[in-house]
């Protein structure tokens, strides 16, 4: 597999920015940058706070 | 909590994520790559409802029911967290790996990633503004 990708790029024309939004490779393109921005968008910077949470309710010592 | 525990949970965090990294290997043995997204994805959304439910009951400071909401609120936190690695962070990968032509998967990836830096700096400034105690704008709702 990874012998013919590269000879693929070998022989094969360079590729073109634009071909990224034409055809069937405008769906990957979107696929790709849609699945890339649900990693942002499902709130994981919040939800890695936890421990920040934590301490703000334990504060006082009770924790620990 | 002093400064030393909350080091200890949050080192925990990670573990905990590494471990349900290490499992979702094994979930990828009986379950494809589509399945895991689409069920992780929904289950999470289910998880971070409630967390907003949890956010936002209003409630009198002190009380008992204001240390129950809190500590909602951290619990689903931290499961959203580790099950986000046991489900759709890894799968997530395997499909933008997968999805481009090959002649156009060096391109494809790398605006997939500029997309996401792109938004990924509003989601910081919005991230510190809701977890700031001292700002007003979303204090009340996230924090109490």
Redesign the interface.
């Known amino acids: 597999m990874m012998r013919r990708?590269v000879e693929?790029?070998k022989s094969?024309k360079e590729?073109n920015?634009l071909?990224?939004f034409k055809g069937?490779?405008l769906y990957?393109?979107l696929?790709?940058?849609g699945?890339?921005?649900?990693?942002?968008?499902?709130?994981?910077?919040?939800?890695?706070?936890?421990?920040?949470?934590?301490?703000?309710?334990?504060?006082s010592?009770?924790?620990? | 909590m002093s400064t030393n525990s909350a080091f200890a949970l949050g080192l925990i965090t990670s573990a905990l994520q590494m471990i349900f990294v290490m499992l979702s290997w094994i979930l990828t043995t009986y379950l494809g790559r589509r399945t895991i997204y689409l069920w992780g994805s929904g289950f999470n959304t289910i998880l971070l409802v409630a967390l907003g439910v949890a956010a936002s009951i209003p409630v009198t400071k002190g009380t008992p029911a204001a240390t129950a909401a809190s500590l909602a609120q951290a619990s689903l936190g931290l499961i959203i967290s580790v099950l986000f690695t046991l489900g759709p962070a890894p799968a997530s990968w395997v499909i933008i790996g997968e999805t481009s032509a090959i002649r156009l998967r060096p391109l494809t990836t790398g605006i997939g990633r500029a997309s996401y830096y792109i938004v990924e700096i509003p989601c910081i400034f919005l991230g510190s503004y809701m977890l700031n105690p001292t700002v007003g704008l979303f204090s009340l709702r996230v924090l109490r």
Do not use: K, M, W
Not at chain 1, 47 to 57: G, P, S, T
Not at chain 1, 61 to 64: A, E, K, T, V, Y
């Open positions: 990708v693929l790029e094969d590729p920015h071909e990224l069937t490779d990957r393109t696929i790709v940058c699945v890339y921005l649900a990693q942002n968008l499902t709130g994981n910077l919040i939800a890695n706070q936890a421990v920040y949470f934590f301490e703000r309710e334990f504060s010592s009770l924790f620990l």
